[in-house]
Nanobody, 125 residues
Framework: QAHLVESGGGLVQAGGSLRLSCAAS????????MGWFRQAPGKDYEFVAA????????YYADSVKGRFTVSRDYAKNTVYLQMDSLKPEDTAVYYC??????????????????WGQGTQVTVSS
């Protein structure tokens, strides 16, 4: 069955960098929009970034704009989230997700049909 698997999380000091990967299997997601969400302890899911299936448009939450970069490799069926200048407030479980259609509600969880299990990112002060 089709599924998504995140990797690349870990512990990093403030100001450091991490690169998260989301590998898809079971089918190609080349025509899907891909999104990243995160959930801090005790808080709701928060939109982080998204990239359209053509790869021509990217979207970022204001809190990460200028620090995070989302990209995708169609040949590897993988989407990435490069995180630079990390802050303690970035600490959360990060999830990748796939949406068969991209609309104005791209920043909501309801837009996405497939979800990974998440990878923990912890940023120390």
């Amino acid at each position: 069955q089709a599924h998504l698997v995140e990797s690349g999380g870990g512990l990093v000091q403030a100001g450091g960098s991490l690169r998260l990967s989301c590998a898809a299997s079971g089918r190609t997601f080349s025509r899907y929009a891909m999104g990243w969400f995160r959930q801090a302890p005790g808080k709701d899911y928060e939109f982080v970034a998204a990239i359209t299936w053509l790869g021509g448009s990217t979207y970022y939450a204001d809190s990460v704009k200028g620090r995070f970069t989302v990209s995708r490799d169609y040949a590897k069926n993988t989407v990435y989230l490069q995180m630079d200048s990390l802050k303690p407030e970035d600490t959360a479980v990060y999830y990748c997700a796939a949406a068969p259609y991209f609309g104005s509600d791209y920043y909501t969880r309801r837009q996405y049909d497939y979800w990974g299990q998440g990878t923990q990112v912890t940023v120390s002060s």
